[in-house]
């Protein structure tokens, strides 16, 4: 009978994490938090490799049956390098570095515009020498697709980036469209035109337009306005100033201009914004500062004015006290969380219009251009690369804004880094005095002698 087997030759089970299919059912079950991924991350190369595949992603996405997480939002703004176009909006650990979302285009980022995030893409519209470009980017991976504007589009003021993903879908992978909007003639004759890009055929349609009868007024005050679009069903909606909507039905592949709600007539452009209802109908918001609440209409072609009340929304247990003559904005919206973006003289808040939970995401200032993003990220995310080969721009030193508290507790700026100095040199600043950048909070305020010995400030 034979003896037992030496230990020395006993084959070793394997571990059950050995086998990939049992370890990404351990990781799927993750919550949905930005910061799961990248943790797991750090175990292994193996769970790196797992965590970044797309074949995971899809399925992380599937098992939890949720939109991606709201990672932050880009920004129009040029008061920053490349690297600070982006303002993350989670507290530590779910917080996003902004140093993965450097912007694609480098040192010319000044050239580049955003006009729409969805999907976990980024639409952007610039320059590339004469040519004029837009660049589709995802921040997750750093992908791009780069294409010359239609040749006839004019001053391009509107955009959106679209997918046909679903839960089931990856969206990196799937193919993808892009609208974009112009307004063309004179002031007395204007026309609205758009077209389609296909990334399948890589190639624009035939340009759709239709004639407005805006006042003059209104399309001087467009040209300053500038919105991030709302998607509702297979159609995209873009405020106008004055109460007006554009709508872009991407089926039909037409264009039309409709009226909001009879009590918005009037209402200031910054003070108002669309978003989605409950369950995913056009609303517009309205914020009525005299009793700090959000009024909410929603879209109803039941209705003769196309429009009824949806509720009302207090704000003032989410805000700070507000002074008199505050000018409160409304920024901008995500859709799959149902937050909206409210700057006041304090700086940006977020808020979920369900639970009524806000937070200050920064200083800010009131005319932000804002585009929330979306996705599931992990640590080996290749956002950080960008193209350095455009056209040479001031150093990220000149280009940071900074703010400022003073003794009595009034808040100044922004201001450049060059203009603190010398206030600085020449007396006007305590030893103590403590500084912020443009897209943190005062809370993140730093010492301004500190601030003035950062290599990038």
């Not at 089970?13 to 990248?38: A, G, V």
């Not at 914004?273 to 009793?291: C, I, N, P, R, S």
Request: charged fraction near 20%; include cysteine.
């Amino acid at each position: 009978m034979a003896g037992p087997e030496p230990i020395g030759h006993r084959p070793w089970l394997s571990s059950p994490l050995d086998d990939d299919d049992p370890l990404s059912e351990i990781l799927r079950r993750l919550p949905p938090r930005p910061s799961s991924l990248p943790q797991a991350s750090l175990v292994c190369k193996r769970w790196r490799d797992l965590a970044a595949s797309p074949q995971f992603l899809r399925d992380f996405r599937v098992f939890h049956r949720a939109a991606a997480p709201l990672l932050g939002f880009f920004h129009n703004t040029n008061l920053g390098g490349p690297d600070r176009r982006f303002v993350a909006a989670a507290d530590p650990p779910d917080r996003v570095p902004a140093a993965l979302f450097r912007m694609p285009c480098g040192r010319n980022h000044k050239e580049w515009k955003f006009l729409d995030c969805r999907h976990g893409r980024v639409l952007l519209i610039g320059s590339v020498g004469p040519r004029r470009e837009v660049l589709v980017w995802d921040p997750m991976t750093g992908a791009r697709r780069c294409t010359p504007v239609p040749p006839d589009a004019g001053d391009v003021r509107q955009g959106a980036v679209l997918c046909s993903c679903g839960l089931a879908r990856d969206c990196r992978s799937s193919p993808f469209r892009v609208v974009l909007v112009w307004w063309i003639g004179t002031t007395q004759h204007w026309r609205v035109a758009a077209a389609i890009y296909s990334s399948e055929s890589d190639a624009w349609s035939h340009v759709i337009s239709v004639e407005t009868q805006l006042a003059p007024t209104v399309l001087v005050t467009q040209r300053n306005a500038r919105k991030p679009g709302v998607l509702v069903g297979d159609a995209v909606y873009w405020l106008l100033p004055e109460s007006r909507i554009l709508e872009f039905d991407t089926v039909r592949r037409s264009l039309s201009l409709i009226s909001g709600p009879v009590h918005s007539a009037g209402s200031p452009y910054w003070q108002s914004h669309l978003v989605l209802t409950e369950v995913k109908e056009l609303g517009y918001a309205m914020f009525m500062v005299t009793e700090v609440s959000i009024k909410l209409w929603k879209r109803d072609t039941g209705n003769a004015a196309g429009w009824s009340m949806h509720r009302s929304v207090r704000l003032d247990k989410c805000l700070p006290r507000m002074p008199m003559q505050a000018k409160p904005s409304l920024l901008g919206f995500h859709e799959e969380s149902n937050a909206i973006f409210v700057w006041i003289n304090a700086g940006l808040f977020l808020i979920q219009l369900e639970s009524m939970q806000s937070r200050m995401l920064c200083q800010g200032v009131g005319d932000f251009e804002i585009y929330p993003f979306s996705g599931f990220y992990h640590r080996d995310a290749a956002g950080t690369q960008a193209d350095d080969a455009c056209s040479h721009a001031l150093p990220i030193a000149t280009l940071t804004m900074w703010h400022y508290e003073d003794p009595q507790g009034d808040l100044h700026g922004p201001f450049s880094m060059a203009m603190l100095h010398s206030w600085r040199s020449n007396g006007f600043f305590p030893e103590d005095l403590r500084v912020w950048r443009t897209d943190e909070t005062k809370e993140q305020a730093v010492l301004l002698t500190d601030a003035m010995r950062m290599p990038c400030y």
